[in-house]
T-cell receptor, first 114, second 114 residues
Framework: GAGVSQSPRYKVAKRGQDVALRCDPISGHVSLFWYQQALGQGPEFLTYFQNEAQLDKSGLPSDRFFAERPEGSVSTLKIQRTQQEDSAVYLCASSLGASSYEQYFGPGTRLTVT | AQSVTQLDSQVPVFEEAPVELRCNYSSSVSVYLFWYVQYPNQGLQLLLKYLSGSTLVESINGFEAEFNKSQTSFHLRKPSVHISDTAEYFC????????????FGSGTRLQVQP
């Protein structure tokens, strides 16, 4: 079956541009997570959805970061006015239920801000 | 708040030798513990997890990890590594109540040499 997919796989943005990163979770998965992975570091939590409700956004680094999941399936992470420190791999993960332990990760989107 | 420390950023080892990847964590609440593996150009995959019960957990490909509550450790071991085990390994924790986000360590790159 299909896993978590993310698009685009690579994105180059000039500083100040807005970007939108897409995540297609595994069909039927209730929970969806976004993580940011800087070069040489482990992933860091950004935000969590249960269906369409954003239940935890404590990891979003600034108000330039915004995520949505309007129909409880596909999610979009938007970064406004990108800065060089936003350069990272953005990972999406989904899990089956609200209390499921295992998170299934997508391949990530590598964002480079020049 | 939780934190995870992986002291070794790189571990070179010869094929068929044993290996141990170290993981220590800090948390004010009880946690679940995980090891994820990331092969080159692939997404994170769950290798094994400790939720409760027996403190020794095993994966299908010969890895094992032991939860040591007193030392707050969850080291990963394999008695005999293969070239195909070359990858980045991430230790992660999650609160067993409430917050569902994973907190990751910075990763250990296992490099198996022939």
């Amino acid at each position: 079956g299909a896993g978590v997919s993310q698009s685009p796989r690579y994105k180059v943005a000039k500083r100040g541009q807005d970007v939108a990163l897409r995540c297609d979770p595994i069909s039927g998965h209730v929970s969806l997570f976004w993580y940011q992975q800087a070069l040489g570091q482990g992933p860091e939590f950004l935000t969590y959805f249960q269906n369409e409700a954003q239940l935890d956004k404590s990891g979003l680094p600034s108000d330039r970061f915004f995520a949505e999941r309007p129909e409880g399936s596909v999610s979009t992470l938007k970064i406004q006015r990108t800065q060089q420190e936003d350069s990272a791999v953005y990972l999406c993960a989904s899990s089956l239920g609200a209390s499921s332990y295992e998170q299934y990760f997508g391949p990530g989107t590598r964002l480079t801000v020049t | 708040a939780q934190s995870v420390t992986q002291l070794d950023s790189q571990v070179p080892v010869f094929e068929e030798a044993p290996v141990e990847l170290r993981c220590n964590y800090s948390s004010s609440v009880s946690v679940y513990l995980f090891w994820y593996v990331q092969y080159p150009n692939q997404g994170l995959q769950l290798l094994l997890k400790y939720l409760s019960g027996s403190t020794l957990v095993e994966s299908i490909n010969g890895f094992e990890a032991e939860f040591n509550k007193s030392q707050t450790s969850f080291h990963l071991r394999k008695p005999s590594v293969h070239i195909s085990d070359t990858a980045e390994y991430f230790c992660a924790v999650r609160s067993n109540t409430g917050r569902r986000a994973l907190t990751f360590g910075s990763g250990t790159r296992l490099q198996v040499q022939p």
